[in-house]
């Protein structure tokens, strides 16, 4: 019997993780980075960029509902949407869920990604690039962001970690320019890792935001795939009551969205911003270091 390949990702210093290869579906270098997807027994279809997980089917609801509704539901009348990276297009398809939303702009800067998502994770993205609403655009997010007219209501960045390509979407620069391209109480989004492994990423995030909006802080979501426990999505606005709106408002929203769901709900949705300690410390470390 041949032993199967593993692929690991080395996650921080003294930390592995690997995954048995069933089937090596697809592995690529594109022009920005080395692409691989593989098929494991318990996570399903593993993608990964230069040897780091960026989805997994058997999971990535959690992520993409998480990032997508509790913006969007917080906000209550979005209608312009931006997503920034996600080249899986899994977030895209939470996103156009809701029939408020007008417009879905998504920058990805790698079109090998998209296309290999098409194929491969069609299970949960095929509905996307049959709506009118979507609007896929191949360019350099830090550069969309800084140049562009359009504006939008809430902006979401389905980043890698701050590596590679991804290290700009991680910058005050990049911050700012989200601002600048936000409609007034419009709200940002972000993937900032698990702060277990990853504390000061949260924190550096939180220190911008705060020296850029009135309201910097994060929420937290538990998805298998990332190890280290609770992973943080950055949240960052001029208008501080989207953040404290009550379940019952939330779940009316919900209601009227008449969205189905797997791990999204007007209770988890506020009870995600009730911030473990070591966690809220972190933000608080970040703000705190922005007001000196």
Known sequence: MTDKAWFSETLHDGIRFSFEADTV???Q???HQHLALIENQIFGKVLML???TQVTSADEFIYHEMMSHVPILAHGAAKNVLIVG???CGLAEEVLKHKSVDKLVQVEIDPAVVDFSKEHFADFNETVFDDSRFELVIDDGMKFVAETDRRFDVVIVDSTDPIGPGGILFTKEFYAAVRNCLTPGGVLVTQNGVPFLQKDELE???RF????YNDSSAYVICVPTYIGGHMSLGWAT???ALRKTDVATIAERFDVADIETRYYTPDVHVAAFALPKYILD????GIASAQR
């Open 238 to 240: 001029d208008n501080a």
């Open 204 to 206: 550096q995030s939180c």
């Open 29 to 31: 270098k594109t022009e």
């Open 86 to 88: 996600g080249g899986d």
């Open 25 to 27: 579906l697809y592995e």
């Open 209 to 212: 935001f705060a020296e850029l």
């Open 282 to 285: 972190a933000v608080d470390a």
């Open 50 to 52: 230069d040897g780091v």
